[in-house]
């Protein structure tokens, strides 16, 4: 059975960076979209980016515009966010899903299965 494994959180400073990883066990990669969002304590679930079946393109929920880049290694059956410019406000946890449906617009969590554990990342000093 797929499941997702997140990882690659942790603590980071203000303006630093880290990758996070999605790593597919029990089977492959899907050959759809997957999308990485994040949850902080109290608020609700939010798409940060999603990426296409063939990895070609990509697409960001507004926190993510210009600050992080996501991409996916097939060969590896892993999609990675590469997070840079980090705000304490991108403190959540973030997880995985994939969705029968194309990547585009707004990355709507309902729309997507398959969730992982997540991984937790705090921005602090």
């Known amino acids: 059975q797929l499941q997702f494994v997140e990882s690659g959180g942790g603590l980071a400073q203000p303006g630093g960076s880290l990758t996070l990883s999605c790593t597919a066990s029990?089977?492959?990669?899907?050959?759809?979209?997957i999308g990485w969002f994040r949850q902080a304590p109290g608020q609700e679930r939010e798409g940060v980016a999603c990426?296409?079946?063939?990895?070609?393109?990509?697409n960001y929920g507004d926190p993510a515009k210009g600050r992080f880049a996501i991409s996916r290694d097939s060969a590896k059956n892993t999609v990675y966010l590469q997070m840079s410019s980090l705000k304490p406000e991108d403190t959540a946890v973030y997880s995985c899903?994939?969705?029968?449906?194309?990547?585009?617009?707004?990355?709507?969590?309902?729309?997507?299965?398959?969730w992982g554990q997540g991984t937790q990342v705090t921005v602090s000093s």
């Open positions: 029990g089977g492959s990669l899907p050959s759809g979209a």
């Open positions: 899903a994939t969705t029968d449906y194309i990547c585009a617009g707004i990355i709507v969590p309902s729309l997507y299965h398959t």
């Open positions: 990426i296409s079946g063939r990895g070609t393109y990509m």
